[in-house]
């Protein structure tokens, strides 16, 4: 009886080893996924904030007029919550409904223009 269990003792610790590993490869990709993304934000604060001092410095941009400006672009899709959201629009070829999110019309694959430079 006592090898019975053992055996089931094995098998139960073996499947918990199993799992172990499997959310230890998940929270190794996780962590370099978080890290490619951090990357991305820090260039892409990188080019912001190069593009603004030179709107500002060569051509008289004040910090109120962009605060004035990211607000007007939030509140395009109705809710200051500091992001650009995706939006309906009509495919300028079949006038079909798509969003910002695509490249290339769904119905009739015209390509779509962006609605936003940045958006990702
Ligand atoms: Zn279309």
């Known amino acids: 009886m006592d090898l ?7 098998g139960q610790i073996s499947s918990a080893n199993q799992t172990a590993d499997r959310a ?12 490619r993304l951090q990357r991305r934000i820090e260039r892409l604060a990188l ?5 603004w001092e030179l709107l500002r410095e060569k051509h008289g941009l004040t910090e109120d007029e962009l605060q004035s400006r990211i607000l007007e672009i939030d509140l395009r899709d109705g809710t ?7 939006q309906i629009v009509d495919c300028p070829s079949c006038g079909s409904k798509t969003n910002t999110k695509r ?9 779509l223009p962006l609605k936003h430079t940045f958006e990702v």
């Open 103 to 111: 490249s290339l019309c769904v119905i009739c694959g015209a390509p």
């Open 47 to 51: 080019c912001c904030q190069s593009l």
């Open 4 to 10: 019975l269990w053992d055996i089931h003792q094995q």
């Open 80 to 86: 200051t919550d500091g992001k650009i959201r995706t």
């Open 24 to 35: 230890e490869n998940k929270a190794d990709a996780t962590v370099a996924e978080i890290a």
